[in-house]
């Protein structure tokens, strides 16, 4: 079946009905195009929007950005996931300062230098900034292709990969940015991964998706792993954490220390008092355990359960080093990982 342009359909409903309201939109800066753009990867508009504006009130340029110190990058980052993102951003920065003279790099390739930014990410902020003709393919603008045009099989194999960055650069119009704008909105509002809203999208009529929808397998089931943190307080109740390394799992956060049960099941946390002696020469006295809840990383989920415990030692000045105490007001200042957030400040 010969498919009109997608840009035919897309443009005139973009142009009614489209999320012109957002934040990101109103200003086709490089600096805030490009934080929308990594701010929203895995993450919904709704939930990035109050983070956009305090970033933007605490770093509003490349330069700010490029001179702040990460651990205030990752504290606006708190809450917000995938804190790669953060520690590249502030990298991007400086790269962006220190080799293209605070100016987001014109070429594609040049632009894809910068750490964290793909094709995508690259492609969508020299459309938007700089009026190129330039073909996104992130998660809701590749539904749509791939549905669109009625394409099989496994979104993410090579060749439907291939395939779909054709389709991109093919549907691209003259005004890509409207374009790229619109196919992320029609993305997110009516070509869903799970439920797409067929009977009131404008594509509806030329495209295949309804017979091939939901296109997008069921994600597989993740592996778990069990922890159990450790919610130590001191006599003036401060809180202990640990600040994690800067690569892996909450890069660069504070949280509470991490240990892995060998029996999960237990109920008796001695083990876990012997590790805090050994690993922080901490004297804990356990007070309370909490029940059993999940979270979900990109390759796990956590099933995790928060030990409260009385600090009645804190350790030698070397073991302290790799921990601190902090107040509740002091709490609120740190990069925190979100569930550790909702614990500890109960937002
Ligand atoms: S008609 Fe359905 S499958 Fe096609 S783009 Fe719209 S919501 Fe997606």
Redesign the pocket.
């Known amino acids: 079946m010969k498919r009109p342009p997608l840009a035919e359909l897309l443009l005139p409903w973009y142009a009614e009905a489209g999320r012109h309201h957002l934040p990101w939109r109103q200003n086709r800066d490089t600096y805030r195009l490009y934080l929308a753009e990594i701010m929203l990867q895995q993450t919904r508009v709704e939930t990035v929007q109050p983070y956009y504006q305090r970033f933007l009130a605490r770093f509003p340029t490349w330069q700010s950005l490029a001179a702040g110190d990460l651990d205030t990058v990752l504290a606006l980052w708190s809450g917000l996931g995938y804190y790669a993102r953060a520690r590249n951003a502030h990298a991007a920065a400086q790269r962006v300062v220190q080799v293209f003279g605070g100016e987001f790099p014109h070429a594609l390739e040049a632009a894809m230098t910068l750490p964290g930014v793909g094709r995508s990410t690259a492609a969508a902020v020299l459309a938007s900034a700089y009026g190129q003709r330039q073909a996104i393919l992130d998660a809701n603008a590749r539904?749509?292709l791939f549905?669109?045009h009625g394409l099989r099989g496994a979104p993410r194999d090579a060749a439907n990969e291939r395939r779909l960055w054709q389709l991109a650069e093919q549907e691209t119009p003259a005004q890509a940015h409207d374009y790229n704008q619109a196919i992320q909105d029609?993305g997110a509002l009516?070509?869903?991964s799970r439920r797409?809203?067929?009977a009131n999208?404008?594509?509806?009529g030329p495209?295949?998706?309804?017979e091939t929808?939901p296109a997008v397998a069921s994600p597989p089931v993740k592996p778990r792993r069990p922890a159990w943190f450790l919610f130590a307080r001191s006599d003036d109740d401060r809180v202990l954490l640990e600040q994690r390394p800067q690569r892996g799992i909450w890069g660069g956060l504070w949280a509470l220390p991490w240990f892995v049960p060998a029996d999960p099941a237990a109920e008796d946390f001695t083990a876990l008092q012997q590790w805090a002696e050994g690993e922080y020469a901490l004297h804990l006295e356990i007070a309370a355990a909490q029940p059993w809840r999940q979270h979900v990383f990109t390759h796990f989920q956590l099933d995790y359960r928060v030990i409260e415990a009385r600090l009645q030692a804190f350790g030698t000045a070397e073991t302290r080093s790799k921990t601190s105490l902090f107040s509740t007001d002091q709490l609120a200042t740190l990069a925190l990982p979100s569930p550790l957030r909702r614990l500890l400040l109960g937002h």
């Open positions: 539904r749509v549905r669109y029609l009516f070509c869903l797409p809203r067929c999208c404008p594509l509806q495209c295949a998706g309804p929808a």
